[in-house]
């Protein structure tokens, strides 16, 4: 008696095969065009807006008083004044998640044509904001290089069924794409990977407030290959070359700094003050940062690469575009578009062309679009937001240990696609990486 099983109907996933020229031809040309005088409004504009911020919400607390204001319970007053300030934190995290992009995109040389304007402002908003400079560009740019790949991606790499210690793959069983798998399996996995409403929460969350930090200075969530441990304040950890060696003390110099500055503030100011006016906002960069990374990279729909069938095309087309908190509506959408300058909604252009600055990403991404469209590729994912994390943290679990393009199996060992290949040969592939 054959034993029960789970079937399911995938769809198909063809890989794609446009060239790296291609992708850049269907870019109009001054879209590559960059200006540090441009640039610098959108510095000016997110630091405006945040100040703005704090001037409104520090005229409205002192209002929040039994002779101004008129309130059924005392103790509503300081929770009113504890939700004013909750919301500045909102907002002002927000809008400096976006100076956060415009340092990223100085990491990329899209600020300006100017190399040393390009890595003076971006230590700087980097070192700002708590972030190695140089030790972030650096990996970051091996990540856009390899973008999707197994063994050579830096982050959000997923893990295969042995890293998560499940019984090794039995083709009588299941099926190494996920399209089926008998109940004994099924039961045997979600023992092992299952989550519970509140354990997913709870998971999911743990990750949005822990994840970078973790990552940076432990590799958490990074390329497994790695010895354990490794961090980007080390200037001879195994992800920087030897004349990398300065930089890296550049860029803890920077972070030092940082952490001098926050420790004397608090010393003047008092932690409350420095906590409400500056490490609650950083606080929701850091969360945002995780947000927007782990869903432009992480979906049931996303492919990921072994050496034999990774190009760089493949890689950069190995992402999604998201609305951040477009799943609140379409002004909430605009105002997270807009306070993040876009990196979210214009990420897959962003791994196709990193140095066009975000301001010429619009028409860029469009452009690319409808390129990939002729060639029946659509990459726009469901809006960014916490329900989205919640989802994709459930669905997304393990991938196999063998197969050259593989994707997340979910608790119970099914797939949502599977590759398809076409007819026409392999694509080129290559970056040039900034030194």
Request: glycine share 8%; with cysteine; net charge neutral.
């Amino acid at each position: 008696m054959a034993p029960k099983e789970t079937v399911v109907e995938q769809g198909t996933f063809v890989v794609p095969e446009l060239t790296i020229k291609e992708l850049l031809d269907s870019i109009p040309a001054h879209c590559f065009k960059r200006s540090a005088l441009r640039s610098s409004v959108y510095v000016v504009w997110d630091f405006a807006v945040v100040l703005a911020l704090y001037k409104i919400t520090t005229f409205v607390d002192p209002l929040i008083n039994p002779a101004t204001l008129s309130l059924p319970h005392p103790l509503l007053y300081p929770f009113a004044r504890v939700a004013l300030w909750a919301l500045y934190g909102f907002w002002a995290g927000l809008f400096s998640t976006g100076l956060w992009v415009i340092a990223h995109e100085c990491g990329h040389q899209a600020f300006s044509e100017s190399k040393f304007i390009n890595n003076s402002v971006g230590w700087v908003l980097h070192s700002a904001l708590g972030v190695p400079y140089h030790s972030w560009r650096i990996t970051h740019g091996k990540h856009h290089a390899s973008t999707g790949h197994m063994t050579q991606d830096q982050v959000f790499v997923p893990p295969t069924r042995s890293d998560m210690g499940l019984r090794p793959f039995d083709s009588k069983k299941d099926d190494r794409l996920g399209a089926r798998v008998t109940e004994e399996v099924k039961r045997e996995l979600w023992e092992a990977l299952g989550d519970s409403p509140i354990g997913a929460v709870w998971g999911s969350m743990s990750y949005l407030i822990g994840g970078w930090p973790a990552y940076i200075m432990f590799n958490m969530s990074g390329q497994r290959r790695y010895p354990k441990g490794t961090s980007h304040f080390t200037p001879s950890a195994v992800m920087f070359a030897p004349h990398h060696y300065s930089q890296i003390l550049i860029s803890d110099l920077g972070v030092f700094l940082w952490l001098a500055g926050v420790f004397t503030a608090i010393h003047h100011f008092g932690f409350l003050q420095v906590f409400r006016t500056y490490l609650v906002p950083y606080l929701w960069v850091n969360h945002w940062l995780v947000l927007i990374t782990f869903l432009q990279h992480t979906d049931p729909l996303l492919p990921h690469y072994r050496a034999p069938e990774f190009t760089f095309p493949r890689g950069a087309l190995a992402t999604l575009d998201r609305n951040l908190l477009g799943d609140c509506g379409r002004l909430m959408g605009w105002l997270g578009a807009h306070a993040t300058n876009g990196i979210s909604e214009t990420h897959v252009l962003h791994h196709v062309s990193s140095k066009i600055p975000h301001y010429n990403a619009w028409e860029a991404s469009a452009a690319l679009k409808k390129r990939l469209a002729k060639a029946g590729i659509f990459l726009e994912g469901a809006p960014g937001g916490w329900r989205e994390v919640y989802r994709v943290y459930k669905e997304c679990k393990f991938v196999e240990d063998e197969g050259n393009v593989v994707f997340f199996k979910n608790a119970y060992g099914l797939a949502q696609l599977r590759p398809v290949f076409s007819e026409t040969g392999a694509s080129d592939s290559g970056i040039e990486l900034d030194k």
